[in-house]
């Protein structure tokens, strides 16, 4: 399974309904899980962003769903990269000096 980190900001109605806000994330899990893929992790944090959220997909369509459930409602704003493992490091560094 692929990993992808997602930072959060929370919209106004996000703030509006922050009391809610460990029950979206229980919600969204659930929500993966159903769609194949698996949320690892959901951080509140302090600073530039709101939360951080770790998800494991199969494929990028995969994540591109859970993340575009996640928007539709309307609650955070994401900004979306894809992580790689140092296993997943080597075989791609592997490929670089090809000829």
Do not use: C
């Amino acid at each position: 399974m692929a990993t992808f980190i997602a930072t959060i900001k929370f919209t106004q109605q996000g703030v509006k309904g922050i009391d809610d806000s460990t029950k979206r994330a229980a919600a969204l899990k659930a929500a993966a899980k159903k769609l194949g893929a698996k949320v690892t992790n959901v951080y509140w944090t302090l600073g530039e962003y709101d939360g951080l959220l770790i998800l494991e997909a199969p494929d990028d369509e995969t994540a591109m769903t859970v993340l575009l459930h996640l928007a539709a409602l309307g609650n955070v704003h994401t900004t979306t990269v894809r992580a790689f493992t140092a296993a997943e490091m080597d075989k791609i560094i592997a490929k670089v000096h090809v000829g």
